[in-house]
């Protein structure tokens, strides 16, 4: 841009004030400003920022605006040609729920608010995990007072952990590193077919995964509190529960008391891992919530229960060297569809992963002690009876997990739970039977328990709480992935669900079995991985169910779910062209229906 006579600068911003309905004086670096674009951007307010430190006469304008408005510093917003002032000013707009009447032009900025009501906070968040940090953040950034509680009770074997909830310390995170870690000793394996010179014995060293793993937990807990502070979000590191309707009471370790009153609660508690009422189980036996932590080898470990978390700890264990087994009461992955299930289990017992199936455990016991210790489990099969009695050095309990809503004093403040499952009954717009009081997460009764379901819900809710905004999480064709030896992704409907819901004649399948390339000079598994398209033949084959069982199934899943959800046919999948060689292109080209080809294996290119 041409430098601006010095007679010109008071024209030129006199300009962008008249042309331009919201305008900030901004420097591209500034931390300030950056807040003030953004709450502009998610109350979906078109403004013009003018970065003065990218233009010439950024200087000459920043004196102008001195005089103009008494204010040198960055930002200097102006709406509808008013002078507003910087960025705590429109944060105060913001919070007296006036920005949006005077952007409206229905208030002039000089208009006294009306008495603000007199709590502590605009919102108070109960939970800092996916869920919680996401609303809490979000509120924070659109100008509100803020407050998280969060406080980890220690596992029967005294295990805690820091800021971040589930997710980064015990879930997601520490899962799919030791995933990775598994993996690895595969392509250690492999290696030597592709000529490198890899010792017979490589031996994997439990005690330094455990140490990266939480080096690298405890940076993101360091993380997340620095992103509470920048966000003047106040962190309590205490249990909350309710005394009234407007109030919650915290108990910190060192169980100081603090009582903080709010306009607007969310709980985003989550769930704790369940133990089963057998002998023995507190005693002896751990859950996730200590795997990822465990400062010893876990050894010969069985995994109870057979849904995600069990069969991926059996899968990682097994990955880095750990003999595994998985005790399964019924069946496996409960709710996915059920081809896919037993093709995970399939590759996973050929991997040398036990199944004890049709069983659940009645005693642990300790026969001697040890880091690790061993353990006698007894075990019955559920439909003869018969017992069964092994030898372990770890029983990992992995049989569901309850929700966090005993003790939080919501029967006192009638916010209904489900009975079943004790979980926060909320509407779709994730309100309690209390109208300021919701719930998003592992927490909301009838949906997904997944960290990117919990960050988004979490989003939202602030935008729709202190924004204004309408937009509702959808909880439909949400894609998910089970990180097993071979990992199966999917979205949409499984086979089962689909014959309910259209019947079996209106369901077309088109499958086949199919080997990476990358396994081929290694000699792997052929056939071993699948893929299948769900389609609904009276929508003109709309494919509402994507299953993959193969490497990479999660990047793979995600980028198949927005198809899916955009509602694409099997026409489409068809006339996309493929990447080759890459195991997606196989959903390129699929042409067998389960129908007329029941056993399809791929042979080449
Ligand atoms: P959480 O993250 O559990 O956070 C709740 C927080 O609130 C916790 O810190 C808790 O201690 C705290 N709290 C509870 N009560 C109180 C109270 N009264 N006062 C103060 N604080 C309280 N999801 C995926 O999407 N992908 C995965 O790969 C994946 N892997 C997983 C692996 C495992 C082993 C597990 C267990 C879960 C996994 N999940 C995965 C699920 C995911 O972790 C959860 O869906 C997600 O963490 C839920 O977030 P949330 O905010 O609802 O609850
Ligand atoms: P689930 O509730 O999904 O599964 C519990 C499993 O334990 C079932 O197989 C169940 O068998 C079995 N079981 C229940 N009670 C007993 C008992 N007394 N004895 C033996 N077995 C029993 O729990 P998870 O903890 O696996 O997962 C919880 C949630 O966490 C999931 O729904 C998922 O959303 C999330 N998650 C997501 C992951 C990801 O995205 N990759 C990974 C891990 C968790 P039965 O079928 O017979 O009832």
Redesign the pocket.
């Known amino acids: 841009m041409a430098p601006i006579e010095k007679q010109d600068v008071g024209l030129t911003v006199q300009n962008y004030i008249k042309d331009n309905s919201v305008v900030v004086f901004s420097k591209s670096f500034c931390p300030f400003c950056h807040e003030v674009k953004s709450i502009f951007q998610t109350l979906g307010v078109n403004f013009h920022a003018l970065e003065l430190d990218l233009i010439e006469d950024g200087d000459a304008i920043q004196r102008h605006l001195l005089q103009l408005t008494g204010l040198r510093t960055v930002p200097n917003i102006f709406i509808k040609q008013k002078h507003i002032g910087g960025a705590d000013k429109l944060k105060e707009l913001q919070r007296a729920g006036r920005l949006k009447q005077i952007i409206q032009g229905e208030m002039a900025p000089t208009e006294p608010a009306k008495p603000k009501t007199n709590y502590d906070y605009d919102l108070v968040v ?8 996401s609303a809490s953040k979000e509120a924070a950034s659109l100008g509100m007072k803020v407050a998280v ?5 220690p596992t029967p074997l005294g295990t805690t952990w820091g ?10 995170i ?3 590193l030791m995933h990775q870690a598994a993996l690895l000793g595969q392509a250690i394996k492999d290696a030597k077919s592709y000529g490198w010179e890899v010792p017979d014995n490589v031996n994997h060293k439990w005690e330094d995964l455990v140490m990266e793993v939480q080096n690298y937990i405890g940076s993101l807990n360091w993380g997340y509190r620095v992103a509470l502070r920048d966000k003047n979000v106040d962190y309590f590191n ?4 309710f005394v009234d309707p407007h109030t919650v009471k ?1 108990l910190d370790k060192k169980k100081k008391e603090k009582v903080v009153t709010a306009e607007k609660f969310i709980i ?6 369940r133990y089963p009422d057998i002998p023995g189980a507190t005693e002896y036996g751990i859950t ?2 200590d795997i990822f932590s465990l400062p010893y080898p876990p050894g010969k470990t069985l995994c109870v229960g057979a849904s ?2 069990s069969l ?2 059996a899968g990682f264990l097994h990955g880095v060297g750990f003999e595994s087994a998985v005790m399964v009461r019924s069946i496996l992955l409960r709710g996915f569809d059920q081809q896919m299930a037993n093709l995970v289990g399939g590759y996973m017992e050929q991997q040398g992963i036990r199944f004890i199936k049709q069983c659940i455990p009645t005693k642990i016991e300790k026969i001697e002690d040890g880091t690790p210790p061993t353990l006698r489990v007894t075990g019955k099969y559920v439909e003869t009876g018969e017992e069964i009695i092994e030898e372990f050095n770890t029983v990992l309990f ?1 049989i569901g ?1 309850d929700a ?1 809503t005993k ?2 004093g919501l029967e006192d403040i009638d916010v209904k739970i489900n009975p079943q499952n004790q979980k926060v009954i909320c509407d779709k717009s994730e309100q309690s039977t209390q109208e300021h009081i919701h719930a ?5 009764d009838g949906k ?7 960050i988004h819900a ?1 989003k939202l809710l602030a935008r729709r709480l202190f924004a204004g905004r309408k937009e509702l999480t959808d909880y439909v064709n949400v894609p ?2 089970v ?1 097993t030896p071979l990992e199966y992704g999917c979205v949409g409907f499984s086979e089962e669900a689909a014959i309910q819901k259209y019947g079996e004649e209106n369901i077309e399948v088109y499958h086949t079995h199919f080997t990476p390339l990358e396994f081929t000079v290694s000699h792997r598994d052929d056939n071993a991985c699948y893929g299948k398209l769900v389609c609904v033949k009276s929508e003109e084959m709309r494919v509402i169910g994507f299953h993959v069982l193969g490497p990479n199934a999660g990047e793979m899943t995600q980028g198949f779910a927005l198809a899916v959800k955009m509602g694409a046919k099997k026409s489409d999948f068809e006339s996309l062209i493929g990447i080759h060689p890459t195991n997606a292109e196989t959903f390129t080209t699929l042409d067998l229906t389960r129908r007329l080809n029941p056993q399809p294996k791929k042979t080449g290119c």
């Open positions: 109960i939970g800092g995990g996916s869920g919680g940090l509680f969060d406080y980890v009770i800021l971040g909830g589930t997710c980064v310390n015990v879930g997601c520490p899962k799919k205490a249990f909350a529960s915290s985003a508690t989550g769930l704790r891992p996730s919530d995600y978390v991926e700890c992995a997990r966090c003790g939080i998003i997460g592992d927490i909301l997904l328990e997944l960290t990117p379901v919990a979490g998910t992935t990180f």
